[in-house]
């Protein structure tokens, strides 16, 4: 980052800063997984706007502020590629702030980010996970069994 940014990357929000080096850790924190899942069930997250400048320093809140930081960065990853996060930091690297930044690499403001990473870290149904991942194979299933039915149907004679 240093060598795309220079003196520059100190005007990465710290939530990227932090997120890209968590992300890249050969040994997470365990207790990031446990964090943001406790966070996200009490909705007790820390909104991202505050994670642009500094982390908290209790350390409860710095395990979630890191946790919230990757995840989020691999949310922007799956979401928009790799592309999206250079563009986030070149936009820094121009002087842009932290919303700035967001809105010029992802074509989506801070809050609509947010919002949109929240709704995806909320657990799903397992019957909503069972339609996601073959709903198109029960569509197919539901048609086969409505075809049948239709031939099996005596046909009347005049």
Known sequence: LYQ??????????????EGLATLLETNPNPGYDLALETAVANQTLIPLADLCLSFPAVDEQAILAYAQSA??????????????????????ADGADCAAGVERGLSWTMAELEAAWRQNLQPQSPLRIIWQENGVWLLLLLGGFGLSLLLMLPIKKG
């Open 4 to 17: 795309m940014m220079g003196a520059q990357v100190e005007a990465l929000p710290v939530w990227l800063n």
């Open 71 to 92: 995840s989020l960065l691999r949310y922007i990853q799956a979401r928009h590629g790799n592309q999206a996060i250079g563009d986030m930091v070149a936009a820094y």
